[in-house]
């Protein structure tokens, strides 16, 4: 069972000059909880919006727990008739209600909010991994298919995938996952780490691990919440590794509007630098 969070926006760029772009223009807002929802079935909705709109999307997706959230912005250049650009926009409004309607209810249903991830997995120390692919997308499959093949188990924490299709079309794709001291116990770190470089790093793919003492970690997490007067349990880990004497990490809250906090921390997981910034 996933809940589907889907924010539809559209934005105009001047192509003719400068290619400058305006911000993007929210319109539509989707959700549906407690539902079957598949990655076959996100890749179908991306091609019927693809197919809709003729070229020049760009469709976001994050992945936290059974979560998703989808962000879809369909681009037009800034000469485009108002009338054209409504009937395109009316048009995929359509694809996107149709395919809501559609979505059919799981006899499961969620036991907790999922946001709070973190402390589900976290109960040890461990890695914190964070994979990053550029141009394309499909690290996340690659490293799940691995790690099986090695037998070590391991938790996902957050998917990022983006997509843009228009004139060159590409992507990108980020994947942060947690791996126990314990699920460790009969492998050591460099052996992992040589397994996952080797078969994957290259010029498009990065792969960073950065040991995670659990107690510290949970303590920081709650010192930010109060900092920024949030719930703790909202704040999703989207990226954390080690920069010579730093610890540098990212948290994201996605409801109801997205928000991001970057922190800069010494190595005994005390504040040096706290930034806050709404989107």
């Known amino acids: 069972m996933s809940n589907l969070n889907l924010k539809l926006y559209l934005q105009k760029m001047k192509w003719s000059s400068d290619y400058s772009e305006a911000e993007p223009i929210h319109s539509k807002n989707y959700k549906s909880k407690n539902i079957r929802l598949t990655e076959k079935m996100i890749d179908d909705l991306h091609t019927q919006v693809l197919q809709t709109k003729g070229d020049w999307i760009s469709f976001k997706i994050n992945i936290v727990g059974e979560n998703y959230y989808i962000y879809i912005t369909l681009i037009f250049d800034d000469t ?8 395109i926009l009316n048009r995929v409004m359509e694809v996107c209600e149709s395919y809501f309607r559609n979505l059919q209810e799981s006899d499961l249903k969620l036991t907790s909010n ?15 991994i964070k994979a990053h692919q550029v141009e394309e997308w499909g690290v996340a499959e690659e490293i799940k298919q691995l ?13 990022y995938q983006s997509r843009f299709d228009g004139g060159l079309s590409g992507g990108a794709e980020d994947f942060l996952l947690f791996i126990g001291s314990s699920v460790l116990s009969g492998i050591t770190w460099d052996v992992l780490k040589g397994i ?15 040991f995670i003492d659990n107690e510290k970690f949970k303590q920081l997490r709650k010192i930010i919440a109060e900092r920024i007067k949030e719930d703790y349990r909202e704040l999703v ?9 730093e610890l540098i990490c990212e948290f994201k809250i996605y409801e109801p509007t997205m928000r991001t906090i970057m922190i800069l921390c010494d190595l005994e997981y005390q504040i040096k630098e706290l930034k806050y910034e709404r989107e």
């Open 114 to 128: 999922d946001i709070d991830l973190l402390n589900k997995i976290m109960n040890e120390d461990g890695y914190m």
């Open 237 to 245: 880990l989207t990226d954390f590794y080690k920069n010579e004497n």
């Open 147 to 159: 790690l099986a093949t090695q037998h070590i188990d391991f938790k996902a924490i957050q998917h």
């Open 196 to 210: 996952l470089t080797n078969k994957l790093e290259d010029e498009r793919t990065s792969i960073k691990a950065t």
């Open 80 to 87: 485009d008739l108002a009338t054209e650009i409504e009937r």
